[in-house]
T-cell receptor, first 113, second 113 residues
Framework: DGGITQSPKYLFRKEGQNVTLSCEQN?????MYWYRQDPGQGLRLIYY???????QKGDIAEGYSVSREKKESFPLTVTSAQKNPTAFYLC????????????FGDGTRLSIL | RKEVEQDPGPFNVPEGATVAFNCTYS??????FFWYRQDCRKEPKLLMS???SGNEDGRFTAQLNRASQYISLLIRDSKLSDSATYLC??????????????FGAGTRLAVHP
């Protein structure tokens, strides 16, 4: 089955720790995205990548980093510089076209210990 | 002004009712419009794209009014399983083909017996 897989489903971070969220897709999509969702709010774009070895900051990139070494994979690292990391993190992908919708993985919930 | 605005609700309706949600967007250059459905603590899932001429998918009808910059979603014969948050999504990219989607915060629907 084609789809987007995020792992882990739940993650806990200690103070000063970096954590990495995994996102893999087998849809052969060129573009991938990371969003953050806080309760009662819309999705906010953290980073996006339109092609392998290239990525751009979204609206709230501070405290996060990404890489795109393979078309299928777009991991997100939440660094210790992100002071309020508790949120629902969603990875998405799409065909590289401005008219196509994005498809989401089932998300990772990150909490602070 | 928010780029995409929705009435947060909740809309509490009995089974069988017809309910309509509206959404306004600020970027007159937007070209792509979608409705997503998000169940509690789950990822958003594409419900339907919105086309200029309006489109229908079973009990769901979407309309676009470019002049007034709003999108609507009509649900007929509501089912208990329709209870969810409905996200209005607009392509806000001004140029360059980058598929940046702007997500509204969502309208919550609760269908009761």
């Amino acid at each position: 089955d084609g789809g987007i897989t995020q792992s882990p489903k739940y993650l806990f971070r200690k103070e000063g720790q970096n954590v990495t969220l995994s996102c893999e897709q087998n849809l052969n999509h060129d573009a991938m995205y990371w969003y953050r969702q806080d309760p009662g709010q819309g999705l906010r774009l953290i980073y996006y990548s339109q092609i392998v070895n290239d990525f751009q900051k979204g609206d709230i990139a501070e405290g996060y980093s990404v890489s795109r070494e393979k078309k299928e994979s777009f991991p997100l690292t939440v660094t210790s510089a992100q002071k309020n990391p508790t949120a629902f993190y969603l990875c998405a992908s799409s065909i590289y076209s401005s008219n196509q919708p994005q498809h989401f993985g089932d998300g990772t919930r990150l909490s602070i210990l | 002004r928010k780029e995409v605005e929705q009435d947060p609700g909740p809309f509490n309706v009995p089974e069988g009712a017809t309910v309509a949600f509206n959404c306004t967007y600020s970027n007159s250059a937007s070209q792509s419009f979608f409705w997503y459905r998000q169940d509690c603590r789950k990822e958003p899932k594409l419900l339907m794209s919105v086309y200029s001429s309006g489109n229908e998918d079973g009990r769901f009808t979407a309309q676009l009014n470019r002049a007034s910059q709003y999108i609507s979603l009509l649900i007929r014969d509501s089912k208990l399983s329709d209870s969810a948050t409905y996200l209005c999504v607009v392509n806000g990219s001004p140029s360059g083909g980058y598929n940046k989607l702007i997500f509204g915060a969502g309208t919550r629907l609760a269908v009761h017996p």
